[in-house]
């Protein structure tokens, strides 16, 4: 639970500094930094909601998307963590 809380703390930490990093790259709009900024966005965000659509499931980005925001690091450290023994073993049996 502590761990959960400290990732989604981390993860409203890194959406602040996405969000400041945006609005600094903002001066620069005739830069390619500006472009590729708001190109990360729009195909990060159009993934979240093409994938709801075909779904059938759009209201579930309405109800469920800070959530989702913010356990995204917990699940991906979980993951994590039991992937990488099978990995090492499966390269030891080699």
């Known amino acids: 639970m502590t761990a959960t809380v400290l990732l989604a703390l ?3 930490y890194m959406m602040a ?23 990360s966005v729009v195909i990060t965000y159009g ?4 994938s709801s659509v075909m779904a059938l499931d759009p209201y579930h980005l309405v109800t469920c998307f800070v959530q989702y925001i913010l356990l995204t690091p917990m699940y991906i450290n979980v993951l994590n ?4 023994p099978i990995l090492t073993l499966t390269f030891l049996s080699f």
């Open 17 to 39: 500094c996405a969000v400041l990093c945006s609005l600094r790259a903002a001066e620069f709009i005739d830069t390619p930094l500006y472009r590729n900024m708001v190109f």
């Open 10 to 12: 981390l993860t409203v």
């Open 47 to 50: 993934v979240y909601f093409a």
């Open 81 to 84: 963590m039991y992937v990488y």
